[in-house]
C-alpha cells in the first residue's frame, strides 16, 4: 500500500523541491502538502505535480490543533515532515514572535496531533510510522576558523531564528526520550537551487545583479556558510525518513565553505560576459552587518554518509550555473513573488540602496 507523507511547508523552498523529488522517484507515495502560504510559499513552485493524482494540497496553519487533528482524522498519515517554519533571520531580528509561534508551538501542535493518531497504547505506536523534524546547522552556533559541527556539538544558538529551531528539536527529541514517539531530526546546512526567495543570500544576488541593483553584502563579507544544493537535501531527508535510525540526529552537509563576498563574486562572474559587463563588481555595496552576525558554519557529513550511504550529488560549480539559470528562466515566477509582498520587505530593508 502506498505510503502517505504529510508535509507541512511544501510550497516553500526546500518542501516543494521535496514533493516534486518525491513525486518524480515514487510512484507509490501520496503526498499531503500542508502549507498557510505566508509570504514565503508560492503554490507556482509545484505546477510540475499539482496534477498528480498521489498529491493532495490543504492550506491550514500548523498552529492550529483542530485543523491539524481533523487532518490526521480524515487521512491515513504514515510520515510527518516538518519544513513549515518562519525561516529567515534578519526577519526573526525585527520580529521574534512569529518565530516562537510557527517554528516553536506549531511543532509542538504537529506532534501532538501525531502522537494522539499513531499511538496504539501507552508508548506503542501504529508500525512503521515517523516524525521528521527539519532543522538547520545554525542550532549548533557560529564556529571559529577551524573545525566542524557534528551531532554531538552542543547548541548554542544565537538569532531568535535559530533559537526557535533548537527550541523545535529540543522538544521533538523529548517526545522520544519521553514517549518513545519515534522522531528524527535532520540539520542542513545552507540551501540553494530553484524556488529560493529571493531574501536569501544567493536568490536575492541573483535576482538584484539581473535588475543591475546593488549587491549587498553584509560587513566585510568574509562570514562563511557551507552550501549545499537543494536537491542533496531533498534526498538525504528521503533516506533519514526510510532508513533512519528512530530517535538519532543526522547532519547534512557537502564540506563547501565559501565566504559570502565569494559566493557574490562568483555569481557576478557567470553573469557578466551575459549582461555585456554591465554586472560587475561595482554594484556590491558593504551594508551595516547583520546583528549577531554567525561567522562560520561548517557541517561534519560523517554520521549520514557512513551510516546510510548519503553523498552529495551536485558540486558546487554545476549546481549554481543550474540555479542561476534557473532565476533567468523563469522571470514569471519571480514577478509573482514579487507582487507577493517582497517588494515591501526589500525597500524596508534596503532604502538605502534601491
Ligand atoms: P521557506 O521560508 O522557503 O518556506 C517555509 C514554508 O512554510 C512556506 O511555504 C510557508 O508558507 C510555510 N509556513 C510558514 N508558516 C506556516 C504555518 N504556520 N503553517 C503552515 N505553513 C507555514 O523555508 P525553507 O528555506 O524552504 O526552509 C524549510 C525548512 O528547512 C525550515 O524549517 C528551515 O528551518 C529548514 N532549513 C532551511 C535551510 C535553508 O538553507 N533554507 C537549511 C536548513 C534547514
Ligand atoms: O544554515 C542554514 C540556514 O541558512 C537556514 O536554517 C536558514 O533558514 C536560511 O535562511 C539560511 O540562513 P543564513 O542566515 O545563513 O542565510 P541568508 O541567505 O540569509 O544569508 C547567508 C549569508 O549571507 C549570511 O552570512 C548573511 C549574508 N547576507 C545575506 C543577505 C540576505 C548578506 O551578506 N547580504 C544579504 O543581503
Given at each position: 500500500m502506498n505510503k502517505t507523507y504529510l508535509v507541512t511547508?511544501?510550497?516553500g523552498f526546500i518542501g516543494s523541491n521535496f514533493i516534486i523529488y518525491m513525486l518524480n522517484k515514487y510512484s507509490d507515495v501520496n503526498i499531503i502538502n500542508v502549507d498557510f502560504?505566508?509570504?514565503?510559499?508560492?503554490?507556482e513552485n509545484l505546477k510540475s505535480v499539482?496534477?498528480?493524482?498521489n498529491y493532495k494540497f490543504i492550506k491550514a496553519d500548523i498552529c492550529d490543533a483542530e485543523k491539524i487533528e481533523e487532518i490526521f482524522n480524515e487521512n491515513e498519515i504514515d510520515y510527518v515532515v516538518n519544513f513549515a517554519a518562519e525561516s529567515h533571520v534578519d526577519r526573526s531580528i525585527k520580529n521574534p514572535s512569529i518565530f516562537v509561534k510557527t517554528n516553536v508551538e506549531g511543532t509542538l501542535n504537529l506532534l501532538n496531533a501525531a502522537k494522539k493518531n499513531w499511538e496504539e497504547k501507552d508508548g506503542v505506536y501504529k508500525k512503521g510510522v515517523k516524525f521528521l523534524q527539519v532543522s538547520t546547522?545554525?542550532?549548533?552556533g557560529s564556529l571559529g576558523e577551524t573545525g566542524y559541527f557534528y551531532e554531538t556539538t552542543p547548541l548554542d544558538p544565537h538569532s531568535p531564528y535559530s533559537a526557535s529551531k533548537t527550541s523545535a528539536d529540543l522538544i521533538a527529541k523529548s517526545y522520544y526520550d519521553t514517549f518513545k514517539f519515534p522522531v528524527n531530526i535532520t540539520r542542513c546546512s545552507n540551501n540553494y537551487g530553484p524556488?529560493?526567495?529571493?531574501?536569501?543570500?544567493i536568490p536575492l544576488i541573483i535576482t538584484n545583479a539581473i535588475s543591475l541593483k546593488n549587491l549587498p553584502v553584509y560587513g566585510d563579507g568574509l562570514q562563511i556558510r557551507d552550501w549545499l544544493y537543494v536537491k542533496d537535501h531533498c534526498k538525504a531527508i528521503d533516506l533519514v525518513i526510510n532508513k533512519g535510525k528512530v530517535g538519532e540526529v543526522y547532519n547534512i552537509g557537502g564540506h563547501n565553505e565559501k565566504t559570502n563576498i565569494e559566493i557574490v563574486k562568483i555569481i557576478i562572474n557567470k553573469l557578466n560576459k551575459s549582461f555585456d559587463g554591465r554586472?560587475?563588481?561595482?554594484?556590491i555595496k558593504h551594508v551595516e552587518d547583520r546583528k549577531g552576525h554567525d561567522r562560520r558554519y561548517a557541517i561534519a557529513p560523517d554520521k549520514i554518509k557512513k551510516e546510510l550511504s548519503w553523498e552529495p550529488i551536485t558540486m558546487f560549480e554545476e549546481g549554481i550555473e543550474k540555479t542561476i539559470e534557473w532565476y533567468l528562466k523563469n522571470d514569471e515566477w519571480l514577478k509573482n513573488v514579487l507582487s507577493n509582498g517582497y517588494l515591501d520587505y526589500y525597500n524596508k530593508m534596503y532604502k538605502n540602496l534601491v
Open positions: 511547508g511544501g510550497a502560504l505566508t509570504y514565503a510559499g508560492n503554490l499539482e496534477k498528480n493524482e546547522d545554525e542550532v549548533y524556488f529560493q526567495f529571493p531574501e536569501k543570500l554586472i560587475n563588481e561595482n554594484l
